[in-house]
Each structure stands twice: as structure tokens, then as C-alpha cells.
């Protein structure tokens, strides 16, 4: 069965006076990927909750919510209750990643876990079950823009043989310098959903570099 690769453009790459505008400009995409960071967990400021709601009230695209915070669990159910599709969490910032997952899907979303480059996988396999999303990040997060960390594909590729071979049921989403020479490897490591900011938010025509990337992916799945 050949897997449908999902595009997630990043808004982090968009112009935020027109938060609105950019949200149509990529209304073919799979998710819109939005970047919660708190100047805590990672050492950038991003948005948060009000400007979530403000967003999801007009995107054509369902919210893919990526909290780079700290105490999720207080934070993370607010945007499944406001109508994100996937909440993801940072594993390194949960204390309870289960309880976490639960209030998620309780609130109708998604449930997402996402590492840290140096995070291992391993660490994870016993609460993953209970998760809808793997997020491997492939840079540090805090930054868009970023070199892409081709040393986290084996962790990509693990995960694959694990929702493979029946073990995990879960999207493997790669996020951080995904771009048009990089995610073939990625895709061919087994991720199906790609987060791009720059490589979409960047591009003259971001209808265009999604179709692009969608391409590429699927060619590289398929091969
Ligand atoms: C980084 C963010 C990414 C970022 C990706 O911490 O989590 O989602 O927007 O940006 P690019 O695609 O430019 O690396
Ligand atoms: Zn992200």
C-alpha cells in the first residue's frame, strides 16, 4: 500500500501581519503547521492560543499545533478544545506524556510526541500506543530556516518498521529543513507527513512548491 505523503507548511515562515492571507495561499495543503514556542522550552517567542483561534477560525487547512513549551499538560488540551486536528507535545518536556495524550483525544484531537534530534526513540516505545503523531524533529527546534540533521533518519526509519510491521500505528512527521533536496530521504525513511516553512512560505508560488514536494515525496515512497 502506498503511502500518501501529507504536506504541513509552517505559518513560523509566513508574514504574520497577514496571518489570514498566508493561510489561503496554501489552502492545498494537508495541515497548517503552527509553531507555539515560549521562550522556556526553546529560546524563541513565537504565538499562542488567541492567535491559534484567530487562525483556525479561518484557515482553509486543519491546525497541526506544535508546542514547544513547557507543562504541556496544562497548555496543550486548550488548542485540541479550539479545533487544532493534531496537538504535539515535546517528550522532553512532558512529565506524563500518557495523561497528556488522553486530555487530547478527549478533546477531539490528535495526539502527537515529538523528539528533539538527540532524543532517543527508545526512551518512548512503551506510551507511543497511545499517540496518533511522531514528530522527528530534524533540526533543534526554536528556528525555521534551519540545516536539515540527515543523522536523525535512522530514528525515522525505525519508527516505520515499527507502524509497519503493526507495532505502533501512528503519521511519522519529520519537521525542520524539509525542502526539495532533502525530502526524498526523509520520505524514503518512512516519514508521511512534512512539515516545510521556508521551502513553502519562501517559495514565489507556495501552491506550487506543495505540489512539488508532494511529488517528490510520493516518487521517493514509491521507489
Ligand atoms: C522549528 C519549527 C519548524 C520550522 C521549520 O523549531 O518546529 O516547524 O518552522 O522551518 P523550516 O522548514 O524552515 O526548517
Ligand atoms: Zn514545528
Redesign the pocket.
Known amino acids: 500500500m502506498p503511502r500518501e505523503p501529507m504536506i504541513a507548511p509552517?505559518l513560523?515562515?509566513a508574514d504574520f501581519a497577514r496571518l489570514a492571507d498566508e493561510s489561503h495561499r496554501v489552502a492545498d495543503a494537508d495541515w497548517l503547521?503552527f509553531?507555539v514556542?515560549d521562550a522556556h522550552f526553546?529560546p524563541n517567542l513565537t504565538f499562542g492560543l488567541p492567535v491559534m483561534k484567530a487562525v483556525q477560525a479561518v484557515s482553509p487547512v486543519p491546525l497541526d499545533c506544535?508546542l514547544?513549551i513547557e507543562n504541556p499538560e496544562r497548555w496543550a488540551p486548550g488548542y485540541a478544545e479550539a479545533g487544532a486536528r493534531n496537538v504535539t507535545v515535546h517528550a522532553e518536556a512532558c512529565d506524563d506524556p500518557r495523561a497528556v495524550a488522553r486530555d487530547l483525544r478527549a478533546a477531539g484531537a490528535l495526539a502527537g510526541l515529538a523528539l528533539k534530534p538527540g532524543t532517543p526513540l527508545e526512551d518512548y516505545l512503551d506510551v507511543l500506543p497511545d499517540f496518533d503523531t511522531l514528530l522527528v524533529?530534524t533540526?533543534?527546534?526554536?528556528?525555521?530556516?534551519?540545516e536539515f540533521i540527515a543523522e536523525v533518519l535512522p530514528k525515522v526509519r525505525r519508527a516505520r518498521e515499527l507502524v509497519d510491521t503493526g507495532h505502533l500505528r501512528l503519521f511519522v512527521e519529520v519537521?525542520?529543513?524539509?525542502?526539495a533536496d532533502t525530502i526524498e530521504r526523509a520520505a524514503g525513511a518512512g516519514a508521511d507527513v512534512f512539515?516545510?516553512?521556508?521551502?513553502v512560505f519562501g517559495a514565489d508560488d507556495p501552491a506550487k512548491a506543495i505540489a512539488a514536494l508532494r511529488s517528490r515525496a510520493a516518487a521517493a515512497t514509491a521507489g
Open positions: 509552517s513560523l515562515s503547521h509553531d514556542m526553546v506544535h514547544m524533529m533540526v533543534e527546534p526554536g528556528f525555521g530556516g534551519q519537521d525542520g529543513g524539509i525542502n512539515v516545510a516553512g521556508s521551502a
